[in-house]
Nanobody, 125 residues
Framework: QKKLVESGGGLVQPGGSLKLSCATS????????MAWFRQAPGKEREWVSC????????LYADSVKGRFTISIDDEKNLVFLQMNNMRPEDTGVYYC??????????????????WGQGTRVTVSS
């Protein structure tokens, strides 16, 4: 059974940094595309970034490009999202998600079959 558990959320000031982790079990990261999504209060969930470790491909939403970095530690089955120069609009619940890499990188939430419970991030002074 696939399980994803996010951690690392919290309160950070604008311009600050935070690193989210997604602990995975029941799946082999070589066979999956991993992604981060987020949902701001009162808004729909939006895609942030995704990674295919096997192809070494990554994608980022324009709103986070140059500030966020997605990575994988496959020895520890962890997926990370390093967030730098954070802005108030980065506030939301961040979710880790997985899809079979056969289907390629995806940016829509319905394309992902496994989800974590989310970790809350608040960017505020």
């Amino acid at each position: 059974q696939k399980k994803l558990v996010e951690s690392g959320g919290g309160l950070v000031q604008p311009g600050g940094s935070l690193k989210l982790s997604c602990a995975t079990s029941g799946l082999i990261l070589d066979f999956y595309v991993m992604a981060w999504f987020r949902q701001a209060p009162g808004k729909e969930r939006e895609w942030v970034s995704c990674i295919d470790k096997t192809d070494k491909n990554t994608l980022y939403a324009d709103s986070v490009k140059g500030r966020f970095t997605i990575s994988i530690d496959d020895e520890k089955n962890l997926v990370f999202l390093q967030m730098n120069n954070m802005r108030p609009e980065d506030t939301g619940v961040y979710y880790c998600a997985a899809r079979d890499r056969f289907y390629g990188l995806g940016t829509r939430d319905y394309e992902y079959s496994s989800w974590g419970q989310g970790t809350r991030v608040t960017v505020s002074s």
